[in-house]
């Protein structure tokens, strides 16, 4: 059991950054490979980036390539999103998620997930 908790979203203005961070608990944080997936309303899921479990490895979504990076810091349990260069089709939840995998898209091979944290960039 993995408890996954996000936080650092809010509203921001097209060309803005936010950063956000996923704080973990339970199970040893290092096995899991983690990504962030994003969901807008009447959207399905769509993945955004993922990391290996030590960190060395990242994959991101073409829509978010050298905008967006993907971190972690496995001693403090926490991965991280820094987003910047915002656009307004960035508006959506996003989610972290811990999985088998690392580099998978399909959100079914994530057992476990965070509520999610709302981000909402303004044009």
């Known amino acids: 059991q993995v408890q996954l908790v996000e936080s650092g979203g809010g509203l921001v203005q097209a060309g803005g950054s936010l950063r956000l961070s996923c704080a973990a608990s339970g199970r040893t944080f290092s096995r899991y490979p983690m990504a962030w997936f994003r969901q807008a309303p009447g959207k399905e899921r769509e993945f955004v980036a993922a990391i290996s479990r030590s960190g060395g490895s990242t994959t991101y979504a073409d829509s978010v390539k050298g905008r967006f990076t993907i971190s972690r810091d496995n001693a403090k349990n926490t991965q991280y999103l820094q987003m910047n260069s915002l656009k307004p089709e960035d508006t959506a939840v996003y989610y972290c998620?811990?999985?088998?995998?690392?580099?998978?898209?399909?959100?079914?091979?994530?057992?476990?997930w965070g509520q999610g944290t709302q981000v909402t960039v303004s044009s």
């Open positions: 998620a811990a999985g088998r995998l690392f580099s998978s898209p399909t959100p079914r091979e994530y057992p476990y």
